[in-house]
């Protein structure tokens, strides 16, 4: 094989003459009658298949509300459940889906040159639309994340109150970390580490398969922990669901103080009636909420200096700032060897001029941006804390529209719905 | 139920039409979104643009399937049908022959056959391919560049942020329209 080895010395020798991906061989022309078979470029799903997609989303939030508030059908919503499951679940692999189409949407205002898809668009606004009318319906029985959890819950266990509204702040801070590192074009948080997308795709990391096992373990004795403490999507329905036309009325005419409807929900959304007296007395609520309205600006400013200063931590989750950290260290000979992010840098063979100048506009943003990230952090735990201490009055037991997830599993404890359905008489 | 049903308010009317105005003001907001970029006409899908590829292997690993959607594709008009090829054989072949140590690809998904003499056609058998991109760095470094990697739209997924364009040290992903959704090489442009 001499001829060979002398061959390729040869070339090696020749290649810093020849430019990349120049013709270094003419495509020959055959004697015998020989044809090239044709490079196969399989299509893309058809267009119009993605607006169907929108119409089956259409469909099934509208299904939903019915099921969910007219019928009040847990059976309806679980057979709606399940052809979520299989529809955006397994035929559509999870993508696109509303939640992560959250990113999306704030990666189109950061970055102008991103154009947002209308199908993501339209996937971000028709559940958000639909929860003006009648509430979540999305997390009822469409969202295939929610249902992934709906149909693990084996036995709810009773959460404590100090737990459930602590962990309630974790969905505004997955929230705004969402929103930075998808504007600043740094990740897509939210869809890197969805616990469900390897369900539906059959495949995935060891560390998503391991969170994937984790939150459906969790997800047997806490109803839909994603759903209630994690979920950035869910503080967007949060916030509209409390305007809807049409809520959920457990009971529609009178309540009897039962409290079945309330040991029937799995998700800790109803809340009880409020007792006639405020336990401190007047005094202790009044200087508690003072208190915390105090603490409010303390929050906030400790947050954002906080924020400020892990802005360069964020920052290394863009590609382009680890890459022109790397070079300049590698330039500085302060290390060894190459990566493939520097690698990368050296092949294209971009300036490092303009490499650090790109980096360090994103880490400026990053500073901003984890300004605002952390003045944001500060914000919803203070207002968590005013929240908690203004007393509300409540004659009966009520589902909160905004912690609802409609999943119509109370309608059937409901002495009024057993009288309204004659189930009582028939037994009787 | 009939007598029992609720008498449409002014108020009703007056929710409706705010919450109706609202739905349509955050779609108008979307909509300018959607517009602001060149390609909002029409859906866009990923693709890798060959020329920024570095062929640094994660395409096969990065993906959000196994294996990964991104394939080695042949474009035909620029091969030169080389006796030799780097994209098919390992850098120092003991013979060039079809046998497996000599082969570059790890899962022998490039097929060689004669066709006449000098000239040899070298076929990707898509099935076996992981897309790593071996044989487009072998093709890129010593031949014409025919090889290269590319998104297969039967396979993928299309998600709203690409797993591989987040760890793609060459920012080589990027979003093209559905109705031309490959960024061929060369000749085959077109």
């Known amino acids: 094989m001499k001829r060979l080895r002398a061959i390729y010395y040869g070339l090696l020798l020749i290649l810093p003459a020849l430019a990349f991906g120049v013709e270094r061989f003419p495509p020959p022309e055959f004697e015998s009658h020989y044809h090239a078979p044709a490079t196969q470029m399989p299509v893309p799903r058809a267009e119009w298949l993605f607006y169907l997609d929108i119409a089956v989303l259409a469909a099934a939030l509208v299904l939903a509300g019915y099921l969910s508030l007219k019928r009040r059908s847990r059976r309806g919503l679980f057979a709606l459940t399940v052809f979520s499951i299989a529809y955006f679940g397994f035929f559509r692999h999870g993508c696109v889906c509303p939640v992560g189409s959250v990113q999306n949407v704030a990666l189109a205002i950061g970055q102008p040159q991103y154009a947002l898809p209308i199908v993501v668009g339209a996937f971000f606004l028709l559940p958000l639309a639909a929860a003006l009318f009648v509430g979540r319906a999305f997390c009822a029985g469409v969202c295939p994340l929610g249902a992934a959890q709906d149909i693990v819950l084996l036995k709810p266990l009773k959460m404590p109150a100090w737990l459930e509204h602590a962990l309630g702040v974790l969905p505004y801070i997955y929230l705004g970390a969402a929103v930075l590192f998808a504007a600043t074009g740094s990740a897509f948080l939210v869809c890197q580490y969805d616990p469900f997308i390897s369900i539906y795709r059959t495949s995935g990391t060891p560390l998503l398969l391991g969170i994937t096992a984790g939150m459906l373990a969790v997800g047997t004795v806490v109803g839909r922990p994603y759903c209630r403490f994690l979920c950035p999507y869910g503080v967007l329905l949060r916030w509209l669901a409390p305007f809807a036309r049409w809520r959920v009325n457990i009971a529609q005419k009178e309540c009897v103080q039962c409290h079945l409807c309330k040991d029937a929900c799995p998700y800790g959304a109803i809340r009880l009636p409020t007792p006639a007296e405020n336990p401190g007395g007047r005094r202790e609520g009044r200087s508690r909420l003072a208190r915390h309205l105090l603490l409010l600006p303390i929050l906030l400013a400790a947050g954002g200096a906080l924020g400020y200063f892990s802005g360069s931590a964020f920052a290394t989750r863009h590609i382009t700032v680890r890459q022109a950290s790397r070079v300049w260290l590698e330039q500085q000979g302060k290390v060894k060897g190459t990566t493939l992010e520097s690698d990368a840098v050296y092949q294209q063979g971009q300036p490092l001029k303009d490499l650090l100048r790109a980096a360090s506009r994103i880490r400026r943003q990053f500073d901003i941006g984890g300004l605002l990230l952390g003045a944001w952090i500060g914000l919803v735990i203070g207002l968590k804390l005013v929240f908690l201490s203004i007393r509300r009055r409540r004659t009966d037991y009520e589902a909160d529209p905004a912690a609802c997830l409609a999943c119509g599993r109370c309608y059937r404890f409901c002495p009024e719905e057993h009288a309204r359905t004659e189930v009582l008489e028939k037994i009787g | ?190």
């Open chain 2, 1 to 190: 139920m009939a007598n029992e049903r609720e008498k449409v308010t002014r108020r009703d009317i007056l929710g409706f039409g705010l919450r109706g105005l609202g739905a349509l003001a955050a779609a108008g907001g979307l909509g300018a979104l959607a517009l602001r970029g060149k390609a909002a006409t029409t859906e866009t899908v990923w693709q890798i643009d060959p020329d920024k590829c570095t062929e640094c292997e994660l395409c096969a690993t990065a993906c959000v399937l196994t294996p990964s959607a991104v394939k080695a594709v042949h474009a035909y008009a620029q091969c030169g049908y080389c006796e030799l090829c780097f994209g098919f054989f390992e850098d120092e072949p003991n013979s060039l022959d079809t046998a497996a140590e000599n082969q570059r690809c790890p899962t022998g998904a490039i097929k060689r056959t004669f066709v006449e003499d000098p000239y040899y056609q070298y076929v990707i058998d898509e099935p076996l391919c992981i897309g790593c991109g071996k044989c487009v760095k072998g093709c890129n470094a010593f031949g014409n560049g025919s090889l290269f990697l590319q998104v297969r739209h039967d396979r993928c997924v299309n998600c709203n942020q690409c797993a591989i364009a987040t760890a793609c040290p060459a920012d080589a992903l990027v979003r093209v329209p559905a109705d031309q959704p490959y960024l061929l090489k060369g000749r085959e442009i077109g």
